[in-house]
């Protein structure tokens, strides 16, 4: 495999909710936007499949070493303006696969700090009003939902 990073990223995506048995939910801060909260997320590479990205995204941004569950579930949201110059001209939209894992109680975290500034574990319907993307809302809500 190549060292070579491409010039634009890939529009398709994981989100991986992390979770407990009893709906406490990890939210994590990015660094930029300063103050956006979410689940863990990011871009396929060239060759990944959606579940291999959700695994390694998962491991990066948490240090969870946990499988991950896939929803076979994806979404199609619009690339916010600001975020565009990192992919080819055109590309307006990102496609979001989904992906959860559930952990018996919530567990200490080690961030990125090139990517995240802080993180916490909230109850799943404080998590719902605090995340910054309608998508990760979504899914917070459709495992609410699952779990009731």
Known sequence: MSNIRPLFKRPESVLVVVYTVDLDVLLICRKSPEGFWQSVTGSLEASEKPAQA??????????????VIDHQSS??????????????????????HEFSVQLPTPCDIRLDPSEHVDYCWLPIREAIAKVNSHSNRAALKAIMAAEA
Not at 80 to 96: D, F, M, P
């Open 54 to 67: 959700a695994q390694r995204e998962l491991m990066e941004e948490t240090g969870i070493d946990a499988p």
């Open 75 to 96: 979404r199609t949201f619009p690339i916010k303006a600001a975020w565009r110059k990192r992919y080819a001209s055109g590309v307006t939209e990102n496609l979001e």
